[in-house]
Structures are given as structure tokens and as C-alpha cells.
């Protein structure tokens, strides 16, 4: 078994370094008499169904009876009001020291006593879809979330008798399980925008007053990326897929950027089927740093409906759908209306039938990591093959905020902002991502790119661009003998594509680069004068110094 369940009698003691206060309060509301089990997916979908406010469409899911969803069963529609993102200032982690930890538990008991005459929901899922890595995690929330419940179990892999086979052959590992309590309808008066309680060390977070979806989604897989950064992988919030050939090594392609970049783009490019391509994940997935391989998290995708416009062959795959305008089509049928009309961030949990090439296990080592990039510095390709540089890019990975988070008013959407690794939900310092991300670069010796699909110098870059780079990468069309030196900067070359030339030797262009670059210094300097007690590693801010004085 891959996490622990139960507990013999000489383990049921304080000192146990699985309990902690936290994860006391969270997992006994797990019993209470007024918590239902949910124990199939057909059972789930039936509560969703009749959950108030939920619309049944006349649209069918296809594969109900792979999904263990009844015949006959239609995709699902729920509409919620002004917050359709995640919202990260909810989020509070016991082990952050400038967390008041005995406050935040204090809070954690009279919020779940708040929602006590309620009745609740639970069930069981996997994450992590290989022996290699699977954890059982456990949901609970309150009965009038039917739908969210049944989003949850169709994201991941619900623990029914095909998933429980697979745990019994699963490596063991010395965690407990993941819990996971949520409550819309419950609001703290110390936290009125909503709250979010993680104790990532122990497995176990609560969030109250939030309906997205996406903070039950994200905030499980936050538990499960920080589990795989304690064993030897490194979390990734991105996408990966393969090529696979008969001539030559594979090549096992990982690409990292915010919800809006083009991940999901390029992982599911088939290219018109020239290629033998693979694709693992397009959001969340884990790399073993002992020998490459890759496990995927989740075996569905939380796809913006606004990507598949009506007639799209994708929308065919739906299931349960978020935030979403409903019409009828002119036979009467109840229909959606794909693009963000009603609101933006228009949400879906898309089925992996969606994927005919698709894997939960990738044996192949990973070959390259792209750093997808908003930043109009770059070109649309740049190689970095100094690894201290690498990971440093990585770590100050520059793009632009999206409609799935939920951010305060006034925010300008053009502002580029760092986000390290592309990953907002890290349950650990970034110095930790740091290390794990730099080993695969010097121990598994991946090559990195980086890719910007905004505009360079004030030219926009179309995905078809992007596209075809990744492409001709892949096939060997593009070698190292096409990039050209990045003026003096050691390790760094760019590849020339017409109507994106670099002109290095113009001063403003080298002013607007040097910018850039300083911005990467300055949020590095400001994260560790936040975090003294975690800084990251000196190294990246030395390369960067390095490239800001060549600049000047």
C-alpha cells in the first residue's frame, strides 16, 4: 500500500509523526453520523443530478460505462456567481513561520463545528496513476456539493475495485493519507474571502467558503506534488508528452507555463498524425530524478470550455461543467455555449477518451523541459545549456496572470509577473523545487528551452510558430548547429526565424532586456528577504548579476 490508512494500537500515540493537531480536527469529521460514503461513481453522479440549481443537459457523455458513470448519462451543468478562480490570499500553511499555527487550528475546529447540523458527503480517490506513485485520498464536503463531489471523483481515479488492485501492487511509502475537508457554506468571520488550511507535511487541508472547483483539484494535488518532492521526484505543473520513433532515441518533452500559456496546446498537438506521439498529462504529472521516468496525477483534464468552440469534436468528452451558458439548440435540446459568455473562465473535467494516444506511465527519460514564457525580451526560442542558468530561468519563469485565478480588483491581466516553475501551489520552499528541478538538468541531462508565445520586440507570436519549433525539434529538423550565440552569454543560443530577428548590438533592445532581467533579480532578493529562514540558492542570483553587467 502506497500511504497508511490505519494505525496498529501501539501506534495511536501523540508523538506519532503522522498525527498532528491539525490533521486531528480534519480526519475524525470524516466520521461523523452525518457523513454519507459515496461509493460508486454511478451513485455520485445520481446525487449530482439532483443536487438544487444543477442543469441536465441534453448533451451525452460518451464511455459511461468505462467512467462507471449509468447508461444514458448526460453532461452536467453548475453556475456559480462572482468568483471564478482559485484564490490563492485564502491559502495558509501551519508550517509557514509567519503563520500563527495554534490560531489557525483554533479557527479549523470552530469552522467544521460551524457546518456540524449539515450532512455531509465523502469518498475515495487515487492520485497518481502507476504503482510507482499512487496516494489515497479522501473528500468530504456537504451534501448539496454533489456536484463538485462527482468532478472530484471523475479528475481523479475514484478507489473502486480496478484502483484498489493497482494500490495493492503500489510502492509504499511513509506518509499518510491525503484529507481533504471542504465547505462552501461555511464562512470564518477572521477570514470573510474565504480559508484555506494546509498542513502539507501531514497530508491534510480544509478549505471553507470557496466553491471553485479548482481549489479542491489544485489544493489536492498541492498535498500530492509536495508527497512526490519528499520521495525523489520533482512536482510538475505542466505538460509532457512524447515522440516516438524507430530510428532514434525518443523524445520525452516537458512544458511548463500558467493556465492561458499554450501547455495544453502543445502537449495535445498530434501534428496531423505523422508522429507516434504519447501524451502523459497537461497539467500534472511528477519525474522520478533517480531515473527519468514520469507518472501522471490525474487520469482527466480541467479544461476552459472557451478552447472548443460549438461543433468542437473535444466537447464530446464533457462530463460535469462550470460557469457555463446553457441554450436550446433548434431541436429543443438543452445545449452549452462553449465560449466565456455568461462569464469568463468557463470550466469543464474533460475525460481522458479525449486523448486517443494517451499514457499514465512514461518509461522513456525526459529528453528537454520547455519554460513557456509571457516576456517580450525573448525570442521565440532560446537554449540554455548552462544548468545553473537553466534552473534559474525556471525559477524566475515571467508570464502573465489568468481568468482562472481570482485576483484583486484592479489587476491589471499585462502585468508579467514570476512564477517560479510555473507552480502556484507549492507546499514547500521554492529553494526545494530549485534543487529538484536543477538535478535533471545535471543528473539526467535534459536539455532546456525556453519558449515565449506572447510577442517579441512588439510581434506577436502565433501558436503555429510555437508549434512547428516543437515539431522540428522533435524530429531532428532543428540541431544545435542552427542556434546562434546569444551575444556573449555563456550557455544561452536562440534560433533565428524570420521576422523575429535579435538585434544585440541595439541599445534600447539591450536596455528592454537588461529590465527584464533585473525584474528576475528584484523578485529573487524580495523572496528571500520574505523567506530568510529558506533562501534560494545564491548561484541563481550570481548568474543573473553576471548577465545584467554584461547588458550594461
Known amino acids: 500500500m502506497s500511504t497508511k490508512e490505519r494505525y496498529s494500537q501501539d501506534e495511536l500515540k501523540k508523538a506519532n509523526p503522522m498525527f498532528s493537531r491539525v490533521r486531528a480536527t480534519i480526519e475524525s469529521a470524516f466520521y461523523g453520523n452525518n457523513v454519507h460514503e459515496v461509493t460508486s461513481v454511478a451513485e ?84 497518481g496513476l502507476d504503482p510507482s506513485f499512487t ?4 473528500v468530504m464536503m456537504p451534501e448539496d456539493q454533489a456536484f463538485n463531489l462527482l468532478s472530484y471523483i471523475l ?80 512536482a510538475c505543473h505542466g505538460g509532457e508528452k512524447s ?12 512544458f511548463y507555463g500558467l493556465s492561458g500559456s499554450g501547455k495544453s496546446t502543445l502537449t495535445h498537438e498530434m501534428y496531423d498524425g505523422k508522429y507516434d506521439i504519447t501524451v502523459l498529462h497537461d497539467d500534472a504529472f511528477i519525474i522520478s530524478r533517480e531515473d527519468g521516468s514520469s507518472v501522471a496525477l490525474e487520469p482527466s483534464y480541467f479544461d476552459k470550455t472557451h478552447d472548443y468552440p460549438a461543433g468542437h469534436h473535444e466537447t464530446k468528452y464533457y462530463t460535469t461543467i462550470m460557469n457555463c451558458d446553457v441554450t436550446l439548440d433548434s431541436n429543443g435540446k438543452k445545449v452549452i455555449v462553449t465560449e466565456d459568455l455568461r462569464n469568463n473562465n468557463g470550466r469543464v473535467i474533460k475525460t481522458r477518451y479525449t486523448s486517443p494516444h494517451r499514457v499514465d506511465f512514461e518509461k522513456a527519460p525526459i529528453t528537454a523541459l520547455f519554460w513557456i514564457m509571457k516576456d517580450g525580451s525573448l525570442p521565440p526560442l532560446l537554449k540554455i545549456d548552462d544548468p545553473v542558468l537553466a534552473t534559474t530561468m525556471g525559477c524566475t519563469l515571467a508570464t502573465k496572470r489568468t481568468s482562472a485565478e481570482n485576483l484583486p480588483k484592479g489587476f491589471d491581466m499585462n502585468t508579467l509577473v514570476i512564477e517560479p516553475f510555473a507552480d502556484p501551489f507549492r507546499a514547500y520552499p521554492v529553494s526545494g523545487d530549485y534543487r529538484d528541478f536543477k538535478e535533471l538538468f545535471t543528473k539526467r541531462g ?5 519558449l515565449n508565445t506572447d510577442a517579441f520586440m512588439g510581434k506577436n507570436i502565433p501558436k503555429e510558430v510555437t508549434k512547428k519549433i516543437i ?13 546562434k550565440a546569444f551575444g556573449n552569454f555563456k550557455g544561452v543560443s536562440y534560433l533565428p526565424i524570420d521576422g523575429y530577428e535579435v538585434h544585440l548590438d541595439d541599445p534600447e533592445y539591450q536596455k528592454t532586456l537588461a529590465r527584464r532581467m533585473q525584474d528576475r533579480l528584484d523578485w529573487l532578493n524580495n523572496y528571500d528577504k520574505e523567506h530568510p529562514e529558506t533562501p534560494i540558492q545564491d548561484e541563481a542570483k550570481e548568474t543573473l548579476e553576471g548577465i545584467i553587467k554584461e547588458l550594461s
Open 446 to 450: 535534459a536539455s532546456c528551452y525556453i
Open 155 to 234: 479528475n481523479f481515479h475514484f478507489f473502486d475495485d480496478e484502483a484498489a488492485e493497482m494500490y495493492k501492487k503500489s510502492k509504499a511509502y511513509d506518509e499518510p493519507d491525503i484529507y481533504f475537508y471542504f465547505d462552501p457554506n461555511v464562512q470564518d468571520p477572521d477570514y470573510p474571502k474565504g480559508l484555506g488550511v494546509f498542513d502539507a507535511p501531514h497530508n491534510c487541508a480544509a478549505v471553507f467558503n470557496l466553491r471553485y472547483f479548482g481549489e479542491l483539484k489544485k489544493g489536492t494535488l498541492t498535498l500530492a506534488w509536495a508527497i512526490a518532492h519528499r520521495h525523489g521526484y520533482t
Open 135 to 138: 496516494v489515497k485520498a479522501h
Open 44 to 127: 455520485a453522479y445520481n446525487l449530482a443530478k439532483k443536487q438544487s440549481g444543477v442543469i441536465v443537459t441534453d448533451l451525452p457523455i460518451l464511455h459511461t460505462k468505462e467512467l462507471g458513470l449509468p447508461q444514458g448519462a448526460t453532461q452536467l451543468v453548475y453556475n456559480h456567481g462572482k468568483i471564478l478562480g482559485r484564490t490563492a490570499s485564502a491559502r495558509h500553511f501551519t508550517d509557514d513561520p509567519k503563520e500563527d499555527a495554534e490560531a489557525l487550528a483554533g479557527n479549523l475546529r470552530e469552522d467544521i463545528y460551524a457546518g456540524h447540523e449539515q450532512k455531509y458527503l465523502k469518498a475515495t480517490v487515487l492520485v
Open 243 to 254: 515522440f516516438h520513433f524507430t530510428d532514434k532515441d525518443d523524445k520525452v518533452f516537458a
Open 471 to 483: 515539431e522540428d525539434l522533435a524530429n531532428g529538423t532543428i540541431t544545435d548547429n542552427d542556434f
